[in-house]
């Protein structure tokens, strides 16, 4: 069973950092796609950004490109969402998902690509 723990959220200033973490049990995260959504206060879940099991660059919404990055660490079987420069705008609860397969770019950003989730984190950017 797999089995997803994210770690790393809570309330931060306009224009800090923050790294969100997400333990991986059950599946080597080498093996996996890895991937983040948020959603917002009152709004619909969105993909945030991806990381393709082959690794590469970060697949990345437009709203985020530039300041999050996603990247993974096999000693740890660990996940991280880095976010930097973070706006009142990136306030929302932030899930880790993950899947297998090969899905396509496109593909990586919709929810359907993915077979695991965690239960989520609080990010709060105010100041």
């Known amino acids: 069973q797999v089995e997803l723990v994210e770690s790393g959220g809570g309330l931060v200033q306009p224009g800090s950092s923050l790294r969100l973490s997400c333990v991986v049990s059950?599946?080597?995260?080498?093996?996996?796609?890895m991937a983040w959504f948020r959603q917002p206060p009152g709004k619909e879940r969105e993909f945030v950004a991806a990381?393709?099991?082959?690794?590469?660059?970060?697949n990345a919404a437009r709203s985020v490109a530039g300041r999050f990055t996603v990247s993974r660490d096999s000693a740890k079987n660990t996940g991280y969402l880095q976010m930097n420069g973070l706006n009142p705008e990136d306030t929302a609860v932030y899930f880790c998902?993950?899947?297998?397969?090969?899905?396509?770019?496109?593909?990586?950003?919709?929810?359907?690509?993915?077979?695991?989730w965690g239960r989520g984190t609080q990010v709060t950017v105010s100041s």
């Open positions: 998902a993950a899947g297998g397969g090969n899905p396509s770019s496109s593909a990586l950003r919709s929810a359907s690509a993915y077979d695991y």
């Open positions: 059950g599946r080597t995260v080498s093996t996996l796609n």
């Open positions: 990381l393709k099991r082959t690794g590469g660059a970060t």
